[in-house]
């Protein structure tokens, strides 16, 4: 079992920056980020972004370019750095982690986050 806890988000203004931070129990061979828009269904989570054990990312196409994702070996931590948000960014975004290699689909994810509200709005 693996434990992940999220940190960050809140509300901006579009064009704006926030940064997630997700602390994990223990290492994992690949780490992402979820999101589910409002309105989804509570399991209609999009992969926003994730990166591997080797530090290798993978995006949405949705947010390549405004979106980078990092990692802390050492904290056992991963970051997603968000940038240039617009209202279609709002959701609630997902710590994610599985033992794959890759993981932008949830069905390779094995354990999750309780979520953090992020909103883009003026």
């Known amino acids: 079992q693996v434990q992940l806890v999220e940190s960050g988000g809140g509300s901006v203004q579009p064009g704006g920056s926030v940064r997630l931070s997700c602390a994990a129990s223990?290492?994992?061979?690949?780490m992402a980020w979820f999101r589910r828009a409002p309105g989804q269904e509570r399991w209609g989570r999009e992969g926003?972004?994730?990166?591997?054990?080797?530090?290798?990312?993978m995006y949405a196409d949705s947010v390549k370019g405004r979106f980078t994702i990092s990692k802390d070996n050492d904290q056992n931590a991963w970051y997603l750095q968000m940038n240039s948000l617009n209202p279609e960014d709002t959701g609630i975004y997902y710590c994610?982690?599985?033992?794959?290699?890759?993981?932008?689909?949830?069905?390779?994810?094995?354990?999750w986050g309780q979520g953090i509200q992020v909103t883009v709005s003026s």
């Open positions: 994610a982690a599985g033992p794959f290699a890759t993981c932008l689909d949830s069905a390779r994810i094995a354990w």
């Open positions: 223990r290492s994992n061979k690949c």
């Open positions: 926003v972004a994730g990166i591997d054990s080797d530090g290798r990312p």
